[in-house]
């Protein structure tokens, strides 16, 4: 018993420290998800998509960089509003 309390209690502290991911917020309102932490480089961020590729975005179209657990989910500014005007 006592066993199987100290692995549940092991496996809830240790393991969600392993899945770190980052939102980088573009300036159009888009969201990236990175599987590694961005690392900046001649004005570029290299980063390693949640499929493992290495991508790269310009420093300028990227408004924030922040941790996956903190990160706002903001509402998409190009959708369709009643009546088919943008909606604010």
């Not at 209690?9 to 573009?26: E, Q, S």
């Not at 961005?38 to 493992?52: E, H, I, N, S, V």
Request: positive net charge; hydrophobic residues 35%; glycine residues 12%.
């Amino acid at each position: 018993m006592k066993t199987t309390v100290i692995l549940l209690l092991f496996m809830v502290l240790v393991l969600p420290g392993c899945t770190r991911h980052y939102v980088l917020t573009m300036n159009n309102g888009t969201q990236l998800v990175a599987a590694s932490k961005p690392r900046l480089q001649g004005g570029t961020y290299y980063f390693k998509d949640a499929t493992g590729n290495e991508q790269t975005v310009p420093q300028g179209r990227v408004r924030q960089v922040s941790p996956g657990t903190s990160a706002k989910v903001e509402a998409n500014p190009f959708k369709a509003g009643p009546g088919g005007a943008p909606s604010k």
